[in-house]
């Protein structure tokens, strides 16, 4: 007995297929190569990033290459002064961690019940949140506070 599969598969039947739509934002295959997709998630990045937003992960992407090229500078050549690599070293972490956490006070990716995490923004805290100023004044004490410890560090 001949399985309805392949009866099925042996007719020709002529389908028209649907033309793309060309309304809203263009969206991937769903067997998107690695490179199409880091190209997708890369231009909806630049397009839909705040100018703040993207000048606080460039100088993030610094702070990383810097602190790997002190740790690669301390295999490489040695840690003779090593209180100097811990001090430099702290510095960039701790700066990258002041920066990251201003980046999250300053973004706004609450906006229109967009985001789904439990720090969401409604009415009742829009108030209680902290203004832009204050995040910025935050990290610039925070910053002097982490540079005087690492200057002192040094000895």
């Known amino acids: ?17 649907a033309a793309p739509l060309s309304s809203g934002p263009a969206t991937l295959k769903t067997n998107a190569s690695a490179a199409e997709i880091a190209t997708h998630v890369w231009q909806q990045y630049i397009t839909s990033t705040p100018q703040r937003t993207l000048l606080l992960d460039a100088f993030m992407v610094f702070l990383v290459l810097v602190g790997g090229l002190q740790f690669l500078y301390c295999v490489l050549a040695g840690n003779y002064p090593f209180n100097a690599f811990l001090s430099g070293f702290s510095a960039a972490v701790g700066q990258f961690v002041l920066t990251a956490s201003l980046r999250m006070q300053t973004s706004d990716s609450g906006e229109g019940g967009k985001s789904k995490g439990k720090n969401v923004r409604t009415e009742e805290n829009e108030e209680s949140s902290i203004s832009h100023e204050r995040a910025f004044a935050d990290f610039i004490f925070g910053s002097l506070i982490l540079h005087f410890f690492c200057i002192n560090f040094i000895n």
């Open 1 to 17: 007995m001949p399985s309805k599969r392949h009866a099925a598969s042996t007719t020709s039947a002529a389908t028209p297929t």
